[in-house]
């Protein structure tokens, strides 16, 4: 009896095994992971690239600075006279102008607005604008020419001045170096910088340049 009783309960396990055993196993793809935020990283800023501008290389000759690639350009090298003319034995006074060769420059620019042009000095100059003048010239019977001076006669006067002087405005961008600029944009037409430190000269060099009209302007 007792064995019959140890065989039941040996049975009755076994059916409760299986059981387990067929019993489906429910399995989850999804992985259940701990959010953790994450410190916002803060763009690091480009470093800012200082624009080194050039320097003339010969001292008292403006050069056109070009700023789109910031580089300079050389002028025309040119020389004008300094002449002395009476008008009608001088009843009608008398003008000095400045004279040279050519009736338009070979260096040419379109920009009619932000020109600007730089110059080395020897350091030893107080006041540039004393010392350098921008004159605008005139094409006349192939030669550029421009008044610099006038004295009234006796009688009237009809005859009109050649060309202008430019005003313009210098600032120190480096030791003996200097930027040239002005406040109005210059015309279309011919000029020349020219050295005026000493005007007892016949003759004085000029750095000329010509200006063009772009057709869209």
């Keep these: 009896m007792l064995l019959l009783s140890v065989v039941s309960m040996a049975l009755l396990l076994q059916v409760q095994a299986q059981k387990k055993t067929n019993k489906q196993v429910v399995r989850y793809d999804t992985i259940i992971r701990k959010h953790v935020t994450k410190p916002a990283v803060k763009p690091v800023p480009a470093a800012k690239v200082e624009l080194v501008l050039p320097t003339p290389e010969f001292i008292n000759q403006p050069y056109y600075y070009d700023k789109n690639d910031n580089r300079l350009i050389k002028l025309e090298n040119a020389t004008a006279q300094l002449l002395t003319k009476k008008k009608t034995f001088g009843l009608k006074g008398a003008k000095q102008f400045?004279?040279?060769?050519?009736?338009?420059?070979?260096?040419?620019?379109?920009?009619?607005?932000?020109?600007?042009?730089?110059?080395?000095?020897?350091?030893?100059?107080?006041?540039?604008?004393?010392?350098?003048?921008?004159?605008?010239?005139?094409?006349?019977?192939?030669?550029?020419?421009?008044?610099?001076?006038?004295?009234?006669?006796?009688?009237?006067?009809?005859?009109?001045?050649?060309?202008?002087?430019?005003?313009?405005?210098?600032?120190?961008?480096?030791?003996?170096?200097?930027?040239?600029?002005?406040?109005?944009?210059?015309?279309?037409?011919?000029?020349?910088?020219?050295?005026?430190?000493?005007?007892?000269?016949?003759?004085?060099?000029?750095?000329?340049?010509g200006i063009d009209w772009k057709s869209s302007d």
């Design 98 to 209: 400045f004279t040279m060769d050519g009736a338009s420059s070979k260096i040419r620019f379109t920009t009619k607005t932000g020109i600007t042009f730089f110059i080395k000095t020897t350091g030893d100059v107080i006041d540039l604008t004393s010392y350098i003048k921008l004159y605008k010239f005139i094409s006349n019977d192939e030669k550029r020419e421009v008044t610099i001076s006038s004295k009234e006669g006796m009688l009237n006067n009809n005859e009109q001045e050649k060309g202008k002087l430019i005003s313009l405005s210098v600032k120190m961008i480096s030791k003996d170096n200097y930027m040239i600029q002005f406040s109005e944009a210059l015309e279309a037409g011919e000029y020349g910088f020219v050295w005026v430190k000493n005007m007892e000269q016949k003759e004085f060099s000029v750095a000329a340049f």
